[in-house]
């Protein structure tokens, strides 16, 4: 099984930054697709950004393309998604997610439907 752990949120001034980190542990596929979703109550979830582990080809949603810098470390255990520019709206819960990749060739998704790996999430409040 994965677990995917994530941290970073809490409130911030509007304007502001914030890093949210996610950490996987247990058993991870050995190639994977791993990104970052937000969802607010009432909305659907929002896909964000996603990295393909085979080349670390990235993906981000066109609507807050250009305001966080997605990177995941060496190890590739942790993915990090620093914000800057926070706006009120972007209050949200921040969660993690992965899934199996099963060709090196197919592009990440960035549909929470695709998903079969969830973190219990990491809340932001922007105000």
């Known amino acids: 099984d994965v677990q995917l752990v994530e941290s970073g949120g809490g409130s911030v001034q509007a304007g502001g930054s914030l890093k949210l980190s996610c950490t996987a542990s247990?058993?991870?596929?050995?190639?994977?697709?791993m990104g970052w979703f937000r969802h607010v109550s009432g909305k659907e979830r929002e896909g964000l950004a996603v990295?393909?582990?085979?080349?670390?080809?990235?993906r981000h949603d066109d609507s807050v393309k250009g305001r966080f810098v997605l990177a995941q470390d060496n190890t590739k255990k942790t993915l990090s998604l620093q914000w800057s520019g926070l706006k009120p709206e972007d209050s949200a819960m921040y969660y993690c997610?992965?899934?199996?990749?099963?060709?090196?060739?197919?592009?990440?998704?960035?549909?929470?439907?695709?998903?079969?790996?969830w973190g219990q999430g990491t809340q932001v409040t922007v105000s």
């Open positions: 997610a992965a899934y199996l990749l099963r060709s090196p060739l197919y592009v990440c998704s960035l549909e929470w439907e695709d998903f079969d790996d």
């Open positions: 247990g058993s991870m596929y050995s190639r994977y697709c």
């Open positions: 990295i393909r582990s085979t080349d670390g080809h990235t």
